[in-house]
């Protein structure tokens, strides 16, 4: 059970935009701690795609997208594309359980 | 650019001691803001934050599994170190080295530990 929920799974089809939730609570998101967000090709090493809410590292296409309320996030892609089917994780603290780094269970993008 | 390369045991019995070691190149590891994180994968599931070691030397660990876990940093050899003690089959599972501060910036690729009679 991870303290960061996502929807195991969401779909799309190439040109389509679709958003991933990531549910915390009080402790994390809710307490104001930011969320960043991975993407994991098949066979290959998570990778930065978003950090502080909404900000992308350099080299990551502006079809990714990030947005905090509350004790919720979404990551949002639109225009997709097949090489976007990957795992996408969201990441934040959580001072209540005292994990410096806690992960959503992971969405698979079907593209 | 910073590279990060995990090397160990593939195979580790049970009730005994996984030792892992990050090599760290194209940056040093004892300046900087940065933390120096493992990071695990089970099989199938999600990721699991195991602690760091910041370049202070001072460290956090995941309080699940803090009892159990050790990371160590060699600056002179530009590595990082995990130790889990009493190891068991529900600690099978890609581990991976890493650094970052509030996010992960950079990723070695992981090496799989299986815990195994």
């Known amino acids: ?111 | 650019q910073v590279q990060l390369q995990e090397s160990g045991p593939g195979l580790v019995r049970p009730s005994q001691t996984l030792s892992l070691t990050c090599t760290v190149s194209g940056g040093p590891v004892g300046s900087g803001d940065y933390y120096w994180s493992w990071i695990r994968q089970p099989p199938g599931k999600g990721l699991e934050w195991i602690g760091y070691i910041h370049s202070s030397g001072n460290t956090y660990y995941n309080p699940s599994l803090k009892s159990r876990v050790t990371i160590s940093l060699d600056t002179s050899k530009v590595q990082f170190s995990l130790k889990v003690i009493s190891m068991t089959a529900a600690d099978t599972g890609v581990y991976s080295c890493a650094r970052g501060i509030k996010w992960i910036d950079t990723w070695g690729h992981g090496t799989l530990v299986t815990v195994s009679s």
């Open chain 1, 1 to 111: 059970q991870s303290v960061l929920t996502q929807p195991p799974s969401v779909s799309g089809a190439p040109g389509q935009r679709v958003t991933i939730s990531c549910t915390g609570s009080r402790s994390n998101l809710g307490a104001g701690y930011d969320v960043h967000w991975y993407q994991q090709l098949p066979g290959a090493a998570p990778k930065l795609l978003i950090y502080n809410n909404n900000y992308r590292p350099s080299g990551v296409p502006d079809r990714f997208s990030g947005s905090k309320s509350g004790t919720s996030a979404s990551l949002a892609i639109t225009g997709l594309q097949p090489e976007d089917e990957a795992d996408y994780y969201c990441q934040s603290y959580d001072g209540g359980l005292s994990v410096h780094m806690v992960f959503g269970g992971g969405t698979k993008l079907t593209v």
